[in-house]
Structures are given as C-alpha cells and as structure tokens.
C-alpha cells in the first residue's frame, strides 16, 4: 500500500502485480476488521486499557447477547515527556485518558476498568501521601467515573494491547 501513499495526485500510478496483492490485501483487511456496535443503554459496559513505551490505549466494549463487542477505540502516541513515566503511570495515564475520551458514553453508567498493571487494583486502597501530584489528579478524576479497576493477564488483554503497539514509524512517515 506504500506505493499509493506516495504517488502524488499528478503522476499515473502503475498498475502491477505488487500492487495487486496490496490491493487484495488491503480489501481482505477490510472485510475481516473488526465491526463496532451501536451502544445500548443500560448494557454492561467495560474499558479495556493498556500501555506501552511509545502509546495507549483502550477499547470500550459492551456485553450483548453474552459476547463482549467493542463500540470504540482509543490510541494515543506519548510525548517524550511520558514515555520516560513509569509504567505505573503510563496504565494510570492510559485509563485517565481513555475516560476522557469515552466520558460521554461513561457518565451515569457503571463499568469495569481492567488493565494488565496488577498494582492500579490497590491505588484506591493506597495512601495518598505517597502518590505524586500527577497521580492524585488522575486518580481524582478516575474515581468520579469508576472505582472498580481489575486484573486481566497481559496475553489476554489483546483487545486494548494493539491500539497500544502502533507503529509509530509507520504513522509519521507519510
């Protein structure tokens, strides 16, 4: 798909074998993406966060007909600042963000947050003297939403990982 990023509006673009197979793979990625739903209120909603070096992100999902289907995506690249964060709060970071970013479909409802950070299930717990300013803020915020912050192990916590693992090489080149 390279080739029809960086041909410009003025040239011909060639039509080939590679750019048979990208177009085939890119119409077979279309049909195999993941769908997302309409919300329906009153439905059991989740948030699925996660954080790598580079970005976060999450997935709101809700529980319909027994299967969690998701309704929105969230990813955001970290600034050089936040990349030096811990991992504690880059998690921390990446559900404050996803809250906001999902506030309108949160407000009034209640949800689970689940992350692959085991230590955010106790920041609740934790004594406020020994969190920054930062995290007090976030943690603020957080708790006027939900409080309810839950384990899942890092390898089943697909759905939030990918939007966390862009490839931020790619995005910045075209």
């Not at 011909?12 to 793979?25: G, M, T, V």
């Not at 912050?149 to 490839?167: C, L, M, T, Y």
């Amino acid at each position: 798909m390279y080739s029809f990023c960086v041909c410009k509006s003025s040239e011909q673009l060639k039509w080939n074998e590679n750019a048979e197979q990208a177009f085939i793979a890119a119409k077979n990625a279309i049909a195999e993406a993941t769908l997302l739903r309409h919300p329906i209120p009153g439905a059991q909603l989740s948030l699925w966060v996660d954080a790598s070096d580079v970005a976060i992100g999450g997935t709101l999902s809700q529980l319909s007909q027994g299967k969690w289907e998701p309704i929105a995506f969230f990813s955001m690249k970290l600034n050089k600042s936040q990349q030096k964060w811990s991992t504690y709060d880059r998690e921390l970071f990446s559900i404050y963000s996803a809250i906001r970013k999902f506030k309108h479909m949160l407000e009034g409802r209640e949800f689970q947050i689940y992350t692959d950070q085991k230590s955010l299930i106790y920041a609740f717990k934790q004594n406020p003297d020994k969190c920054s300013p930062r995290q007090l803020r976030h943690l603020d915020f957080i708790s006027q939403y939900s409080t309810d912050i839950r384990h899942v192990q890092g390898s089943q916590n697909i759905v939030a990982d990918a939007p966390s693992r862009i490839e931020v090489d790619s995005i910045t080149k075209f």
